[in-house]
């Protein structure tokens, strides 16, 4: 019987959901191999790449054979088809669709609200040499400032993790969009002592695991801080 080959997943540690499948994989101890594809530099258009994800985006991972794209599917996946402990994608029925439900609205509120926010901070200035629209900017902030009301009385409420009284991989999809706009020195918790507290606790339970998986980004935030 020819042996399994570890787990290759193709990355670049500035999307926030690589992040979360990055440190999915560094918490279970998942045997695993990582691919770096460099947005910035176009790797996800070579034709090699778009043979493995038509869509041309990263996460993609490749399971002896088997490939699967979007971070939510993956780390799913990887929680069900690996030997890892069950809180990260709970086996009990009420459980596991907490978790679902979370990543389902995660989708169209936590994602999309703080990206906007690094979008509008960080990557248009840079990419069109124009000053941050300040009236888009507020109305993003605005709309994230809702998002994360929401996280703190819908999820937050009487538990210490999204889902829970531990850490899934719920917690991390959230708390690497979260991350994001640090990248141009915004501490979208700062005012959010419940959300600061939950912050704390998902970084304790990930351990070093969650610097090394933001470097890349905390290396973003110091060069946004020079131009300054």
Request: hydrophobic residues 40%; contains cysteine; aromatic residues 6%.
């Amino acid at each position: 019987m020819a042996s399994r080959r570890s787990v290759q997943v193709y990355l670049d540690l500035l999307s926030q959901p690589c992040r979360a499948v990055h440190l999915l994989l560094s918490c279970t101890g998942i045997p695993h191999t990582v691919r770096t594809v460099a947005l910035r530099k176009g790797e996800n258009r070579t034709p090699d790449f778009t043979k493995m994800n038509p869509m041309q985006k990263v996460p993609v991972m490749e399971d002896n054979g088997f490939i699967l794209t979007e971070s939510d599917a993956i780390m799913k996946y990887l929680s069900t088809r690996y030997d890892v402990p069950d809180h990260w994608y709970p086996r009990q029925p009420e459980r596991r669709a907490r978790v679902d439900e979370y990543t389902a609205w995660h989708q169209s509120n936590t994602r999309p609200h703080a990206a906007r926010v690094f979008i509008l901070e960080v990557l248009l200035p840079v990419q069109t040499g124009s000053p941050v629209d300040e009236v888009r900017l507020v109305r993003a902030l605005s709309q994230l400032e809702e998002t994360l009301e929401r996280l703190e009385s819908m999820f937050l409420r009487r538990q210490p993790f999204l889902c829970g009284d531990d850490i899934s991989v719920a917690d991390l999809l959230a708390i690497c969009e979260l991350m994001q706009p640090l990248g141009g020195g915004r501490d979208v918790l700062q005012q959010r002592p419940q959300l600061q507290r939950w912050r704390t606790r998902v970084r304790s339970a990930v351990g070093d695991a969650f610097d090394r998986a933001h470097a890349v980004l905390y290396a973003v935030r110091e060069r946004h801080a020079a131009k300054l």
